[in-house]
């Protein structure tokens, strides 16, 4: 007996010093977070669906509004504003390409309420430890496409999205810190101003 404990002893101490594995986050828990902050700002690592690495800063004013402004020399932008999904293209000049807001499923964090425990929105709730991750999509277009969200645990932070659209491509959004709160000029939403703008 003596000597299992002798054994088991390094065995205890190293299980005391390493930290506790963080729960996994509720649904409700997850929908509180977004639900609880209206603006918020941050930069972004984006991994394109052919492999190209973007980066740039992200301006997000729930309900249904976000920016993404590229880092140069790339002049992109992708702007939601207005119920519609804007795509400013660097390489042309014939205005943006546009789609609902409803048909993606960005609308789904950009909601009004979000409401991760909806019949049928959540598809996938895992955790590793140290996050959790959700699969989340539209349950009554579920054909949209669907958007994984990776949170931190302890405290909860949206750190990372992966889009797959409607057509099976996929976009991943790798978030630095968020910054929340404060205002934001109404410009940054609105795609008649920035395609004017763009066509000077």
Known sequence: MKLLRTLMAPVLLLALA?????????????????????????EFTQINADGTISTGQVYIHRPGRIRFEYNKPDTSLVMAGGGQVAIFD???????????????????????????NRSGMITGHKSDGKTTTIRAQDPEHPEYGHIELVFTSSPIELRQWIITDDAGSQTTVVLGELNKGGNMRPSLFNIVQETNRRQR
Request: aromatic share 8%; proline share 8%; net charge positive.
């Open 18 to 42: 390493l930290p506790a594995a963080a729960q996994q986050a509720s649904l409700s828990a997850l929908s509180k977070y977004l639900n609880d902050f209206t603006t918020a700002t941050g």
């Open 90 to 116: 660097s390489k042309s000049n014939t205005g943006p390409e546009q789609y609902p807001l409803a048909r993606t499923p960005l609308s789904i964090i950009l909601a009004k309420t979000v409401d991760f």
